[in-house]
């Protein structure tokens, strides 16, 4: 969805920078975009919202639909493609992302209160990160590159992939919010969730079960660690009060499982 209203945006920018969309001049409306676009209504509101937080269109009292602003023109034309994935800004922006969803919650982080903890415009900030999933997706991947997986596996599947399941329980444990922006179905996006998925199926390697299931296997161990850490309350001083306790939940269960992969290998 967010791509889809990345590029109804990039086309408005261009029709502002072309003439084509005057200041003063009405937005399309979602049901054109609708039309035009061959898209949902979810993704219209979605672009008309990015247009509105870029400062492109505003809502004026008394009247229906939203115009362009008479910022836009100028608004359209400073904006640059993404830079680099290294760039400086971007880490930091990250950086920023994570300690106010650390500090507030996942859903209350936005790409404005990012801008602005950092004295920027929303339209610097998507030279750099492209829309809100964009941003969750490299906030995921910094996190777990700063916890890395460990480097060989030692021969013994069960110590490893139990050793894989608490490092990243360990992870959610600092960040609980977190828990909902992995998935495991779409790691090409995430290349650090890639190298620990990676590292657990080496870790299964000598598990005698095919290729196919070992994918299988750490999928739902990865599940079970990500499923545990969606019931950690958000709140730090509950989360702390209830450490030894989900902590014990986790490892109970987290033994079961290694109790049924072993019987599964075994059958």
Known sequence: M??????IVA???????????????????AKQIMADWSTSMAVA???????????LATRVEGRWGRLVTPEAPGIAAAW???????SQLRTRLVEVAIELADAEGLATMSMRKVALALD???VTVYRYVRDREHLELLMTDAIFAEHPPAREVTGDWRADLAQACRAQWKVY?????????VSFKRPAYVPAVVAHTEWALRALAGLDVSAQDRSRLVATAMNLVRGN????PADAEARQAGAGRDDARFEAGLQRLLDGFARYAAA
């Not at 408005?12 to 003063?24: C, N, Q, Y």
């Not at 509101?45 to 400062?55: F, I, K, P, R």
């Not at 640059?80 to 290294?86: E, I, V």
């Open 2 to 7: 967010a791509r889809k209203a990345a590029d």
């Open 11 to 29: 086309e408005m920018r261009r029709r502002i920078v072309a003439g084509e969309l005057k200041p003063g001049d009405p937005v399309p409306s």
């Open 45 to 55: 509101y979605h672009a008309l919202m990015v247009m509105q937080e870029d400062g």
């Open 80 to 86: 640059l493609p993404p830079p680099p994935p290294g």
């Open 120 to 122: 920027l415009t929303n």
């Open 173 to 181: 444990r600092l960040h609980p919010w977190l828990a909902r922006t």
């Open 229 to 232: 850490a969606l019931n950690l």
